[in-house]
C-alpha cells in the first residue's frame, strides 16, 4: 500500500453572524487506498470535496479526523520527490515569466546538477512527454494548451516521484488532444512505475486510463469499482445515474423504489 485513508473527516468554518459560526461537512469519513504503479480514479461532479481529499492527501491541509497513512519509501523522501501534481488549469500553475526549461527545473533546484547535467535532464523530460528540446526556450504562451499541460506532466515526473495527483488534469483540453495526453500518462506510469490518484468528472476519461474506481458525492465514496469491465453492474443509484449519461448503461436507470 502506498497511501491509505481511513474515515477521512474535513470541514470548513462559514460565518452565518457575527455571533454565531458554524461549519460547512466536506468530506465525510472517506477511506481509499492507493497501491504501487497503480491509477485510483476519483469520479464526481464539481463541489464534491474531491479537491479537498487532493489536498489532504497531498498534506497540503490537515484531516479534521480519520488517518491519512504513507508508506515508508515515500515518508523517506523528500516531499517533492515523494509526491507531485498536474493540475486542471495550466495556464495558472505556471509562472509566465519563466521559460519553459525553468519551469522544468523547479522541482530540481535543490538537486545537485550540474549546468550541463541539468540541461540534458530538461531535454529528455521535454522528449518523454513528446515536445521538441527547441521549445525550451519558449514562454508558456508561445505554446498551445495541450503543449502546456505536457510541460506540466514533465515538471511533475522530473524529480521521479512515486505518487502523482492529477486534479482535472485533462479536463480543460480538447477531446483529441486529451487522448493523446492520456495515452502519455498510461506510459509515463508503466515506464516509471508511478502510481496516480486521478481526480474527474469525466467517467469516459477515468474508465480509460484507471485501473479501479471511486465514485465520490457530498463528500463520501457512494461505490467502488475493482473491475472496469464490471462497471455497468454499479449497483448505486447516484452511479448509475452518472453512467447512463456518459452512455455506459443499455436499460434506463432504475430507482430502488421501482425495482420488482
Known amino acids: 500500500m502506498l497511501i491509505q485513508l481511513t474515515d477521512v473527516t474535513k470541514s470548513y468554518a462559514k460565518d452565518d453572524s457575527w455571533l454565531f459560526r458554524s461549519r460547512t461537512p466536506v468530506l465525510k469519513g472517506v477511506s481509499l487506498s492507493v497501491n504501487h504503479s497503480e491509477c485510483v480514479g476519483l469520479v464526481g461532479e464539481s463541489g464534491s470535496g474531491k479537491s479537498t481529499l487532493g489536498k489532504i ?6 484531516c479534521d479526523s480519520g488517518t491519512v497513512s504513507y508508506a515508508e519509501e515515500l515518508l523517506e523522501l523528500p516531499r517533492y520527490q515523494a509526491m507531485s501534481v498536474v493540475f486542471q488549469d495550466y495556464n495558472t500553475s505556471v509562472n509566465p515569466r519563466l521559460t519553459i526549461a525553468e519551469i522544468i527545473n523547479e522541482p530540481l533546484l535543490n538537486e545537485p546538477l550540474s549546468p550541463y547535467e541539468r540541461d540534458r535532464l530538461i531535454t529528455s523530460l521535454l522528449a518523454e512527454v513528446g515536445l521538441p528540446a527547441e521549445l525550451r526556450t519558449r514562454y508558456p504562451h508561445q505554446l498551445s494548451g495541450g503543449q502546456l499541460q505536457r510541460v506540466c506532466i514533465a ?4 524529480p521521479n516521484p512515486r505518487f502523482i495527483l492529477l486534479d482535472e488534469a485533462v479536463s480543460s483540453l480538447d477531446v483529441s488532444v486529451q487522448v493523446q495526453v492520456l495515452e502519455l500518462l498510461q506510459t509515463l506510469k508503466q515506464t516509471r512505475n508511478v502510481a496516480y490518484l486521478f481526480i474527474t468528472h469525466d467517467i469516459t476519461v477515468a474508465s480509460f486510463l484507471c485501473d479501479r474506481l471511486l465514485f465520490f458525492k457530498e463528500g463520501m465514496v457512494v461505490e467502488q469499482v475493482d473491475d472496469i469491465s464490471q462497471l455497468n453492474r454499479v449497483a448505486d443509484p447516484y452511479t448509475r445515474q452518472l453512467l447512463e449519461a456518459a452512455g455506459y448503461l443499455e436499460i434506463p436507470f432504475l430507482n430502488h ?3 420488482p
Open 57 to 62: 492527501v497531498l498534506g497540503l491541509e490537515a
Open 155 to 158: 515538471r511533475a515526473i522530473a
Open 257 to 259: 423504489s421501482s425495482n
